[in-house]
C-alpha cells in the first residue's frame, strides 16, 4: 500500500519525463488518471492496525483530485473494511497539486503562461524542451514565438542577424536565443534551420564564420589544390585567376574538371553578400547549384551582386532530361514568389520546380560528362 507522499514522489518523477509530461499536458484524452494506491496485506490488517489506522487517515485527509475507496474482508476483522483503491486526478493542474512539489509547480505555471501567449504550433517544443525556456524571460520566449513567425527563408537578404528589425528586437536578440528561434523555425519549415545552420537558411551574412572550400582547378594558381577560406575575407582578397566558377555545395567538387586559369568557390549557400567584393567585377564568374527552388534563390541572389555571370544547368532543359531518373521532392521550398533576380525563362521554371510533385534536382546526380562539357563551354 502506498501513502500519498509515496505517490506524490512518483507523480513529480513522472514530470521529468518528456514523453508523459507532453502528453498529459497536451493531449486531454490522457485525462482522468487512476492511480493505484495498493490495498493493505491480511498479514498487515492483523499486525500493523496503527499504521494501517493512519494509511487510512492520510488518505482521507486528501484534497487533491478523488480517492476511490472499495469494501474489503479481512479474516482479522469481523466486518469488511473501505480501504483506498485508487487515486483519480482530473488534469494537468491536479497532477501538479498532487506533487507538492516546488519546483513543479514553478515550472508548471510558466509552461502555462508561455502557452496561452504562442502559437500552439511551439507548445510541444516548450513542453518537451522546457529547458530552453526556464531560465529566459518570460517576455524574451514569447517574443521569440512572435519573431519565429515572421522569418521567412531568405528574408535578411544579406544583412547580418543583428540588423534585423522585427518586432521590436535588440541587437543581441539573436545572440541571445539562438537555439530557441531555431527550433522555433524547424517547426515551421520542416527542420531546414538546423539543417542548413540559422544564418545560411534567413539568408543573413555569416559575419566571418562560414568557411568555403576554394579549388585551384588550373593546378598553378594557389599553393593548395584546396583551402578553405571565411567568406567575409574574400571580400578584400582577391582570389587569382581570370575565372571565377561559384558551385552551390562543396560536395561536387569531384564533378568539376581541370581548367586553366580558374578558381571554384563551393559551399556559399545563401551566403553570397561576399559577392560585392570590387575585385569581382573584373573576374568572368558562373553560378552551379541545385535545380530547385533554393538553388534558383541563389542564382538570383548571386546575380544582385554580379549581374553578368553566367548560370550553369540550371534551365528547364536540363531538368526534362534528367527529371525522371533523378529528380526528388524538394522537403520545404522557398519563396511562393519567384526572386526578382530571374529571368522570364528561369522564373517560369522556378514556378514549376515550386508545383512539381519532384521538383528538386541535385547537383550530385547530374553525369559527370555533361558538367564537364558545361564547365569548358562556358570557359570557352
Not at 504550433?121 to 514565438?145: E, N, T, Y
Not at 522570364?344 to 512539381?356: D, F, G, R, V
Request: net charge negative; charged share 20%; aromatic share 8%.
Amino acid at each position: 500500500m502506498k501513502s500519498p507522499d509515496d505517490i506524490a514522489a512518483r507523480l513529480t518523477r513522472q514530470w521529468q519525463s518528456a514523453d508523459l509530461r507532453e502528453r498529459r499536458l497536451l493531449s486531454p484524452e490522457t485525462w482522468p488518471l487512476r492511480i493505484a494506491i495498493g490495498k493493505p496485506s491480511a498479514a498487515e490488517v492483523r499486525d500493523r492496525v496503527s499504521q494501517v489506522r493512519q494509511h487510512l487517515q492520510h488518505w482521507r485527509a486528501v484534497a487533491v483530485g478523488q480517492v476511490e475507496w472499495q469494501p474489503v474482508r479481512f479474516q482479522s476483522t469481523s466486518e469488511a473494511i473501505d480501504v483506498p483503491a485508487f487515486w483519480v486526478l482530473q488534469s494537468p493542474s491536479q497532477w501538479v497539486q498532487a506533487a507538492g512539489n516546488h519546483e513543479v509547480r514553478r515550472e508548471y505555471d510558466t509552461l502555462a503562461h508561455l502557452a496561452s501567449a504562442l502559437d500552439p504550433r511551439f507548445h510541444s517544443l516548450i513542453v518537451r524542451r522546457r529547458s530552453l525556456v526556464m531560465d529566459k524571460p518570460a517576455s524574451d520566449v514569447i517574443l521569440c514565438g512572435k519573431v519565429a513567425l515572421q522569418l521567412q527563408p531568405g528574408c535578411a537578404r544579406g544583412k547580418p542577424l543583428r540588423a534585423l528589425a522585427l518586432a521590436g528586437i535588440d541587437s543581441k536578440f539573436f545572440e541571445r536565443n539562438r537555439q530557441l528561434i531555431t527550433q522555433m523555425l524547424d517547426i515551421l519549415f520542416d527542420g531546414q534551420a538546423s539543417d542548413t545552420g540559422l544564418e545560411a537558411f534567413l539568408g543573413a551574412e555569416d559575419e566571418g564564420h562560414h568557411w568555403l572550400l576554394v579549388a585551384d582547378l588550373s593546378g598553378t594558381l594557389l599553393p593548395f589544390a584546396q583551402m578553405r577560406v571565411r567568406a567575409h575575407e574574400l571580400q578584400t582578397a582577391p582570389l587569382p585567376g581570370q575565372r571565377l566558377l561559384l558551385v552551390e555545395n562543396e560536395r561536387c567538387l569531384h564533378q568539376l574538371p581541370a581548367i586553366a586559369d580558374t578558381i571554384a568557390v563551393l559551399g556559399s549557400g545563401l551566403n553570397l553578400s561576399w559577392l560585392q567584393a570590387p575585385w569581382l567585377s573584373q573576374k568572368s564568374t558562373a553560378y552551379w547549384g541545385d535545380l530547385d527552388t533554393w538553388g534558383l534563390t541563389m542564382l538570383s541572389r548571386a546575380r544582385d551582386y554580379l549581374p553578368n555571370l553566367t548560370p550553369l544547368l540550371m534551365d528547364q532543359t536540363t531538368f526534362e532530361r534528367y527529371r525522371q531518373q533523378s529528380a526528388v521532392e524538394e522537403p520545404q521550398p522557398a519563396s511562393a514568389e519567384a526572386p526578382s533576380g530571374l529571368n522570364c525563362q528561369e522564373a517560369a521554371l522556378y514556378q514549376q520546380l515550386l508545383h512539381s510533385e519532384r521538383g528538386r534536382l541535385e547537383q550530385e546526380f547530374l553525369p559527370v560528362e555533361l558538367v564537364h562539357q558545361a564547365v569548358l563551354g562556358w570557359s570557352a
